[in-house]
């Protein structure tokens, strides 16, 4: 996080450690791209290992403890536990906690759902889906009650009473994701004026880009986002969910911006076949996740030093110390020039 940024999830004005100071780094930083939570952190994380975060409508505290330890062993110093639409019964059993030698931390809950469009739902179940009701903002304390714990919560804004939400959740220190949506442009840009400040997994479950209309993908660029605001945006570097040339051009576009997410789902690691995701299978062909039958994406199996790699392969960054002095650059992921202290 550049300096006098906010932790796009916990909105502290640290780096991360909600409100903790940074424990020592490793020897080089990247350069404008946010590694959430220090370096190496795992938002968007559903489980991994075959242990979900929801299980029949319940929270495996083991499971939980499990997946805070492998976190942890792949380089996560904090993760958020993301919930799919329909689960709602599981947010109390999810608190936040601080890592240690026993875990990852968990900043809280990202809410992905139900608010979202049917027909950018992703892997979501359409049965779960839902509208805001008339008094849009009680019919979310409705369907999920107290939001002590939730550290994000994405929504559609093109939906009716969408900023209502908005603007009531970011009162209560809540981070608004737009995403899963619709939205043209102009949505977008009225959800951020109404206090959204991210965006959920850049160009998947959204309308494309298109020159007369960019959609949500215009934040990145757009004029009418409030002075003084950073709009971040989460993306999926696993090689699968986006292509290099999509990341380059998002990295290129709005720098500052950027947070690479798993996205991972419990299939990490168990290897080719069909598991489960909730209530329905996904099926695992190499590196990519598939609801069972379809060709439709179902989160990630790569864990985020693989995606963190394919940053590296794709972009170009700089490589500062900890006193933040260059000690290399990359251009479309060569190294071009390397400081002679850090060859050695």
């Known amino acids: 996080v550049r300096e006098g940024q906010s932790c796009p999830w916990c909105l502290c004005s640290c780096p991360c450690g909600m409100g903790a100071p940074s424990p020592p780094g490793p020897r080089g930083r990247l350069s404008h791209v946010l590694l959430f939570c220090h370096f190496f952190p795992t938002p968007d994380h559903y489980g991994a290992f075959s242990y979900l975060l929801t299980l029949e409508g319940t929270a495996s505290g083991a499971g939980l403890d499990w997946t805070r330890a492998l976190n942890s062993d792949l380089g996560s110093l904090t993760l ?3 919930l799919t639409a329909g689960s709602p019964q599981v947010l109390p059993q999810i608190p936040v906690k601080s890592g240690g030698p026993h875990g990852a931390g968990v900043l809280g809950v990202h809410l992905e759902g139900p608010f979202i469009s049917r027909e950018k739902r992703g892997a979501h179940p359409e049965a779960h889906l839902r509208s805001f009701e008339a008094n849009a903002f009680r019919d979310v304390l409705a369907t999920y009650g107290p939001l002590d714990n939730v550290r994000i919560v994405t929504l559609a804004p093109e939906l009716g009473g969408s900023h209502e939400v908005i603007q009531a959740l970011t009162a209560q220190g809540i981070c608004v994701s737009v995403g899963h949506s619709v939205a043209d442009l102009q949505a977008a840009e009225k959800a951020v004026q109404s206090g959204a400040t991210f965006i959920t997994h850049l160009f998947n479950a959204m309308l494309p880009f298109h020159h007369r209309d960019p959609g949500i993908v215009g934040l990145l660029t757009s004029d009418q986002v409030p002075p003084g605001r950073c709009i971040f945006y989460g993306m999926i570097a696993d090689g699968i969910h986006t292509n290099p040339a999509a990341l380059r051009i ?6 500052q911006g950027l947070v690479l997410v798993t996205d991972a789902v419990p299939a990490l690691g168990l290897g ?10 996904v099926e695992v062909d190499g590196l990519t996740a598939y609801v069972a039958g379809t060709k439709t994406l179902s989160g990630s199996i790569a864990p985020m030093d693989v995606c963190v790699r394919h940053f590296l392969q794709a972009t170009d960054f700089v490589v500062l110390d900890d006193t933040l002095h260059v000690q290399a650059t990359y251009i479309s992921g060569e190294l071009v020039w390397q400081a002679e202290e850090a060859r050695l």
């Open 250 to 255: 998002a990295h290129r576009a709005h720098p």
């Open 272 to 281: 080719n076949g069909r598991h489960t995701l909730g209530q329905q299978e």
């Open 80 to 82: 958020a536990g993301a």
